[in-house]
């Protein structure tokens, strides 16, 4: 698979302060990466690196094999940055900040209206797009900010913290633009304060802490990492409860009425093997379902902080 985002060591310091302390990155091209983290853990400092806007301090990177180094031209040509805050210009109205976008992109006349057009039906602005920006909802603003990043048609996305502040409908809406994208070949490099986001989202999840990475992997390994996952096990009466507690020497009781726990992982492995033994000592059981640890938990675990925020 050809990698989008790759970097090696990578430091930055600002004083005394070290912000980020070695971190290596590799991350495929057509794919979600999540950088989760506190506030002030590194998150925004690594994008502007990445992006070309800051220089590190040691280490090494590439972005589609552009060395940000020796080549940052080509890294900002192949690229584009929705940063935390709008870059839209309320005075204008949408379709001239996108016009506006195409002139910096030194796209022809033709060329620019042509992709303002398609641009402002993709992200549902075409009503609005006669309107001063300043009038735009959230929601909109950000979609706006977003088509204008996507103006210059760059093979990798930085979204920092892209839905912080926006109602539940507007930031479903900003997931499924996402989803769009990668399916269309974007690699989108996301950071969140939004559990629930980048677990939707993420194809990946590195977790910053102290300036390093702490952990990275798919949301569900993630998940399996932290101790507490069970599978519930419902049986129809406290008899077929005591026969099962009796054959699974593991099992302890659950917090509802004739309900056993088992430790599990949430593998499909760990699941199938209790699954035979409870064929093997011919347990039926009513109902089951799997518990395993979220993203809050694995926050909690792996940085010793309270959660990031919950999606409202």
């Known amino acids: 698979m050809t990698t989008a985002i790759a970097a090696a060591g990578l430091r930055k310091s600002f004083g005394d302060k070290t912000v980020l302390d070695g971190i290596d990155l590799d991350i495929p091209a057509g794919s979600v990466f999540a950088l989760l983290g506190p506030n002030g853990a590194g998150k925004t400092t690594t994008v502007n690196i990445l992006s070309t806007l800051l220089k590190a301090d040691g280490g090494s990177a590439s972005v589609h094999g552009h060395d940000l180094a020796s080549d940052p031209g080509s890294v900002r040509d192949s690229i584009g940055v929705t940063g935390q805050f709008s870059a839209v210009d309320g005075l204008m109205t949408g379709e001239e900040n ?71 409908r507007s930031r479903r809406t900003m997931w499924e633009i996402v989803r769009r994208l990668v399916a269309d070949g974007v690699t989108i490099f996301l950071t969140t304060q939004y559990l629930e986001e980048a677990d939707q989202l993420a194809d990946r999840i590195a977790v910053l802490d102290g300036g390093r990475l702490v952990a990275e992997g798919t949301p569900a390994e993630l998940k399996r990492r932290i101790p507490g996952g069970h599978v519930a096990l419902h049986f129809a009466d406290e008899a077929a409860l005591e026969a099962a507690a009796r054959a699974l020497d593991d099992a302890t009781r659950g917090g509802d009425a004739n309900t056993l726990r088992i430790p599990s992982d949430g593998s499909m492995p760990a699941l199938r093997a209790l699954l035979d033994r409870l064929d093997a000592a011919s347990i039926e059981v009513d109902e089951l379902s799997m518990h395993t640890p979220d993203l809050d938990d694995v926050f909690l675990t792996l940085t010793g902080q309270p959660h990031l925020e919950k999606t409202p």
């Open 98 to 168: 996108l016009r506006l976008m195409a002139d910096l992109h030194h796209l022809d006349r033709r060329d620019g209206r042509r992709t303002t057009a398609a641009l402002l039906e993709s992200f549902d602005l075409v009503d609005a797009a006669k309107k001063p920006a300043s009038t735009y909802s959230g929601g909109m603003k950000r979609r706006l900010d977003l088509a204008m990043t996507l103006v210059g048609s760059p093979k990798t996305i930085f979204l920092d913290e892209p839905t912080t502040g926006l109602d539940p």
